[in-house]
């Protein structure tokens, strides 16, 4: 099991602005994704970020506010988040996928509280 570590979250005014951290240790993985769990809702993906190439692709709803970024150095995965509304409330999870079917590793979540 390679952990998976988010941070980053907390709670914010609306119009603010986070970036979640997404680290992995011991390991790199062909693409890496962000998610998030609104309470009673179905998680649901905020974009992805393909290791070697750094493209990423956006959920509609993610493109304009949310980029996704990776730095091979650090081994690490960002999700910037601007112009934060309150319906941006939710767990936000990283995955990693060792190829290009489902994720096969996922960290704890990092709780994101947006304030009207």
């Known amino acids: 099991q390679v952990p998976l570590v988010e941070s980053g979250g907390g709670l914010v005014q609306a119009g603010g602005s986070l970036r979640l951290t997404c680290a992995a240790s011991?390991?790199?993985?062909?693409?890496y994704g962000w998610f998030r769990q609104a309470p009673g809702k179905e998680r649901e993906f905020v974009a992805t970020v393909y290791w070697s190439s750094g493209n990423s692709n956006y959920a509609d709803f993610a493109k304009g506010r949310f980029t996704i970024s990776r730095d091979i150095a650090l081994n690490t995965v960002f999700l910037q988040i601007n112009s934060l509304k309150p319906e941006d409330t939710a767990v936000y999870y990283c995955a990693a996928a060792k190829d290009w079917g489902s994720y096969d590793y996922w960290g704890q979540g990092t709780q994101v509280i947006v304030s009207s």
């Open positions: 011991g390991a790199t993985f062909r693409r």
